[in-house]
């Protein structure tokens, strides 16, 4: 018995929402519209993925910061430290005399990256700073 590679099903859409699928499809290059629409369904996966607290999670935590702020950068260094389970790498990024970037890797359960998230985008002296999510992958069809 031959194994079916893909399921197919019909969706129907008015002639404008149609339109706007095709322009983006092909804005995104998309070979196809069911590549897109494979791709719009993963990426709310994942973002449901954020609503069970046990799920384990990928992601990146981008900060902006001044490092002439005292004490700042020790106590982003600290807070990696501490959570070095969790934190699994960083890029340091100067983005001109006083302004740097850090993007840090983390991996975990949702509840905890979220938790240190919220904690370290509380530190005082930072500029900007925000938690993008992924997959692991394990989970996720290709």
Known sequence: MKKEL???????????????????????????????VADMIRDRLVDQMQESPEREIAG???????????????????????????????????????????????????AEIQRISDRLLAIKGLKHGKLTVTTTGKDMPA
Request: aromatic share 6%.
């Open 60 to 110: 990146t935590i981008t900060l902006v910061y001044d490092h002439h702020k005292p004490h700042l950068t020790e106590a982003l260094t600290d807070f990696q430290h501490d959570h070095h389970h969790s934190i699994i790498s960083t890029l340091h990024v100067h983005l001109d005399h006083h302004n740097c970037l850090e993007v840090l890797v983390v991996r975990g359960k949702v």
């Open 6 to 36: 893909a399921a197919r099903f019909t969706v129907s859409l008015p002639p404008q929402l149609l339109k706007q699928l095709d322009d983006w499809v092909r804005a995104k290059g998309f070979d196809n519209r069911s590549q897109a």
